[in-house]
């Protein structure tokens, strides 16, 4: 993989937040449900969510700013810089060190084959077959033949909150490629394209892979959220615009009476205190409803004469010149 700094465009010493920003607007811009007609779309969100996971988790920041790990998050080889160490001529004990920045596997691959690589590494002893031969029966830091799979790789899904769930259970459905389906744990404060890692989740291995979940918001029906608040526009007939009064209005967790006063006229919302979405904390934000004046179905004679006598009598523009130009 790129240099994950340079995937999500930010310098090397850019600061969390700034770090977070940045994969948060690309991870929206070319997130798979909002590019569908992209192809490549899929393989560039990928991509940032890697690069996100080494540059946007603290210790692993570190470790690869350190050069301990690559950029896929894989641990570098030290050595190879000819052989330390106590013992004399074919003593090991202080093993390999690797000079130059090529990554370990691909220098041992070039010199003695996938065999002698993975032996130096301590993760596999070789079979009959490999490429360059040798090694039959030998594994390091094991007495006897053994063998030792590689890690399963990681697989990816998006997986949509119900708002509902995240003032009720706490918990979101996720279905993975294989057709299994678990609960998780919606984060506090989760935002929309914030990822959790389901661990042994992931392709068969040993060990297996994880799972890694985009979370985005499930579209509702009524309600739109902004931040840890909620919009909703709520249907208004004429006589409650005019006149005013008391209307139920939905929630998260059933409804409630709200007071309208006489004379709305759509442009401005009213505030149902503590009833969006929670933050970090656990402090819920609003729900902002805004009245929409819906007229009755099919023609109404005594409506239009009412509406005709109105015109005559109380007439008024709601609409200012830069309308009219």
Do not use: C
């Not at 301590?122 to 007495?143: I, L, V």
């Not at 579209?219 to 615009?241: K, M, Y």
């Not at 819906?294 to 709601?318: C, F, I, N, T």
């Amino acid at each position: 993989m790129r240099d994950p700094y340079e995937v999500l465009g930010v310098p090397k010493g850019a600061d969390e937040a700034t770090i977070k920003k940045a994969y948060r607007k690309l991870a929206k811009q070319h997130h798979p449900d909002a590019n569908k007609n992209a192809p490549r779309s899929k393989e560039r969100f990928a991509e940032l969510t890697s690069a996100y996971e080494i540059v946007g988790d603290k210790d692993k920041r570190r470790q690869f700013d350190a050069g301990e790990i690559d950029a896929d998050g894989k641990p570098r080889f030290t050595g190879f810089e000819g052989f330390s160490g106590a013992g004399g001529p074919g003593g090991m004990h202080g093993g390999f060190r690797q000079a130059g920045g090529r990554a370990n596997d691909d220098i041992l691959h070039d010199i003695f084959g996938e065999t002698f690589a993975n032996f130096a590494n301590g993760t596999a002893r070789s079979t009959r077959g490999n490429r360059r031969g040798g090694f039959e029966g030998f594994s390091a830091g094991a007495a006897g033949p053994s063998a030792t799979a590689g890690k399963g790789a990681d697989v990816m899904v998006t997986a949509r909150i119900r708002l509902e769930d995240i003032v009720g259970s706490g918990k979101v459905r996720v279905t993975l490629p294989n057709g299994k389906s678990l609960d998780a744990k919606i984060p506090a404060g989760f935002e929309p394209g914030q990822q959790i890692r389901l661990k042994g989740q992931g392709g068969d291995g040993t060990p297996p892979g994880d799972a890694i979940a985009i979370l985005v918001y499930e579209p509702h029906a009524l309600f739109r959220p902004d931040g840890t608040n909620l919009r909703l526009d709520l249907p208004v007939t004429l006589d409650e615009a005019v006149l005013g009064g008391k209307v139920r209005v939905p929630t998260l967790e059933g409804a409630v009476d709200m007071t309208i006063p006489a004379g709305v006229t759509g442009s401005k919302a009213f505030r149902l205190r503590g009833k969006g979405l929670p933050d970090k904390k656990g402090v819920r934000g609003d729900i902002f409803v805004t009245p929409r004046i819906v007229l009755p179905d099919g023609a109404d004679a005594g409506l239009e004469k009412l509406m005709e006598r109105w015109r005559e009598v109380r007439p008024y523009d709601v609409r200012g010149p830069e309308f009219s130009s």
